[in-house]
């Protein structure tokens, strides 16, 4: 079956408060960069969606559409401009994806028609207000859901299609497929697959990268 890698990198980084989020720069490559370069070796073809009106940096192998308004929009898009029988999808936020990973997730796919990539929750979880400690929240059986995120494509545009018209948001695509009662099998992901957010997450960003530069993946 083939297989797409579709790299949502519309968004506008407020949070990170550096112009568009993909095309911010760690150790002299952009978090789109990164991510392409992590998938492309796994895939038949990349595609991201990017802001409006702009363009792929030069030397990347992937084909741009424009995004939407809501990160969920732009993952409509992508779906709808392929036609390979499975996708990966992958936010350009995480630029630190190990083979491992995107290898397991392709096995899971195979086996289950969705996965992502997860990891068991390890901190304290509390409920808080006003800043102040409300209740414990018990974290046996939480996991952090990260992306990548491994769909056969006609499930997941059923999903995208049916949350449109009832005008369902979810935070990824995973949960998607659950609000249809679709399975979903967590795939162990890694704690260098963090997300980008805000301008501390880039200081973690440029120490992980002297590693995974020098080869350490
Ligand atoms: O904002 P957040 O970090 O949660 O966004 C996750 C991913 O979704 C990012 O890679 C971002 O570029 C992408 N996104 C998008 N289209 C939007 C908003 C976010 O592709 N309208």
Redesign the pocket.
Known sequence: MTVAAL???????T?LGRG???FVEVAGQSLLARSVAALAPHVGEVLV?LPAGMDLPAGLRARAIS?????Q???LRLLEATSAGIVLVH???RPFLPAGVVGALLSAVAETGAATAALPVADTLVRGEGGQWQGAVPREGLWAVQTPQAFARGELLRAHRAACEQGYAA?DDAGLIAWQGGAVTLVPGDPRLF?V?APGDLALAHAVARLWDAGER
């Open positions: 790299i949502p990198a519309a968004g506008s980084g949070r568009p989020k993909a969606a995004g939407g308004e809501t990160r929009e732009s993952v936010d350009a936020a935070t997300k957010t």
